[in-house]
């Protein structure tokens, strides 16, 4: 007889395992029996649960996603303005959260496994259609171009999180002032 309740705990357990095993090998290539084992369960168990490495990595990174929307909304809802609320979208993509050795080998992987597996592109495009369209909300009270402005600040995001991901800490401060001082650029120019 199976315990009632625990299927939410056992998938959280191998979500944040599988979250955990892609950061220590800074791929994917790691196997449902490293991940249960971290997780404290029997690799049948997780297949029983996800039905292969793939859904776990889809729902690992569904994870990591919930939690930056939530950041998202969190600073979202300390704004008063559209600059704010655009700032505020900026400053949640470079939070120190965001930079977590493991995450940061998480959305690697994503990217990395996008383009060839139709599910990873496809969890890619929701983030990236939402980030995008947060940012022409955020804009199109100010800006005669907002469209442009979210393309243009949604590429300068993930590219200058890449790069502050890839290099030493202490960048993503960095990055940040960057996007900012370009969303400031991009305002004064709309005026």
Aim: charged share 20%; aromatic share 6%; proline share 3%.
């Amino acid at each position: 007889m199976p315990k009632v309740g625990m299927e939410p705990i056992r998938r959280s357990a191998l979500v944040q395992a599988t979250i955990h095993e892609i950061g220590a090998a800074h791929s994917l290539d790691v196997t449902v029996g490293q991940i249960a084992k971290r997780a404290g369960m029997s690799t049948a168990l997780a297949h029983h649960y996800f039905g292969g490495k793939d859904q776990i990595f889809l729902a690992a990174m569904r994870h990591i996603l919930s939690e930056y929307g939530a950041e998202v909304r969190a600073r979202l809802a300390e704004a008063r303005s559209p600059q704010d609320r655009a700032a505020a979208i900026i400053i949640a993509s470079f939070d120190e959260t965001c930079f977590d050795p493991a995450t940061v080998n998480a959305w690697m992987t994503l990217y990395a496994a996008a383009p060839t597996n139709v599910e990873t592109r496809r969890l890619l495009r929701l983030y990236q259609r939402r980030l995008r369209s947060n940012l022409t909300h955020a804009l199109r009270p100010v800006s005669a171009t907002a469209e442009a402005d979210a393309d243009t600040l949604a590429a300068l995001i993930d590219g200058l999180y890449l790069r502050a991901a890839l290099s030493e800490r202490g960048r993503a401060s960095a990055a940040r002032a960057s996007a900012l001082s370009t969303l400031h650029l991009l305002l004064e120019a709309a005026k």
